[in-house]
């Protein structure tokens, strides 16, 4: 979740990306270096799988098959030519990100205990909400409650409210729409008052969007559709608006 929200790469990741950009640096170098000369020599012994070499070269081709990055050491041993600088940088950056997005989202979708979490927050980047804060520093307090909201793991499968006590899986989902011991339909239809004056649009794709989402908008999630219902500046009155409702809920959040 922490890597999620800072939209971060994992540090194997990062330090096969050094090792990537690195290969370039010696397949670039002149044929007549020693350097070069040694490196060739090596890398020939790599892909001919001598038992005995260790190092880079037996990382950097383990490396560039995991990332489907074989076709430019082809060119290269057929050729001598290899993309020019910031052209490998980009492509390393883009397969390196294309990956760890992959895999994130796999374990995301291996565990319901993220069950609310995927649900506000699906591609590997900067949490929105983070972006709104940095810009606006008067709404980190709520950003920061939303956020940790958003992060709260799925309870487990007969977990029941402590005060109706109907099955729950995501206490504040539970509190917020279905718990007969709150008066959050009074709260909810403030809410909306509230929202309808911020922005019509935005009252219209919340009150017709499922539940699920309609938490997620609350918490934090910013999709095409709401960007287009609401103007970026009014942004922070917006997550004022649903801190306020959520902070109102009667469980300790
Ligand atoms: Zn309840």
């Not at 909810?188 to 935005?202: C, Q, R, T, Y």
């Not at 908008?217 to 922070?236: A, H, Q, R, T, W």
């Amino acid at each position: 979740m922490a890597l999620g929200l800072l939209g971060a790469h994992s540090i194997r990741a990062h330090i096969e990306k050094q090792k990537q950009l690195f290969f370039r640096i010696l397949c670039r170098t002149s044929p007549g270096d020693i350097c070069s000369q040694l490196f060739t020599h090596r890398l020939f012994q790599g892909l001919n799988n001598s038992p005995r070499l260790l190092g880079f070269i037996p990382d950097i081709l383990s490396i560039l098959n995991t990332y489907d990055l074989g076709t430019y050491l082809d060119q290269f041993l057929l050729t001598g030519l290899f993309p020019p600088k910031f052209a490998w940088k980009k492509i390393c950056t883009c397969v390196i990100h294309n990956r760890e997005e992959t895999m994130w989202r796999d374990r995301l979708d291996l565990c319901s205990d993220f069950r609310l979490f995927r649900g506000c927050h699906w591609q590997l980047r900067e949490y929105p909400l983070w972006t709104i804060a940095r810009t606006n520093p008067g709404c980190l307090s709520s950003v920061k409650f939303l956020t940790s909201v958003c992060c709260r793991r799925a309870s487990e499968e007969n977990d029941t409210c402590h005060r109706c006590p109907q099955p729950r899986s995501i206490d504040v989902e539970h509190m917020l729409f279905h718990c007969p011991t709150t008066s959050t339909k009074i709260s909810i239809a403030k809410f909306f008052d509230d929202i309808g004056a911020l922005s019509v649009p935005l009252l219209t794709l919340l009150r017709g969007c499922s539940k699920d989402d309609m938490l997620a908008y609350m918490l934090g999630k910013i999709d095409s559709n709401f960007c287009e219902c609401l103007d970026v500046d009014l942004f922070p009155n917006y997550l004022s608006l649903c801190y306020a409702l959520i902070r109102s809920l009667p469980y300790d959040i």
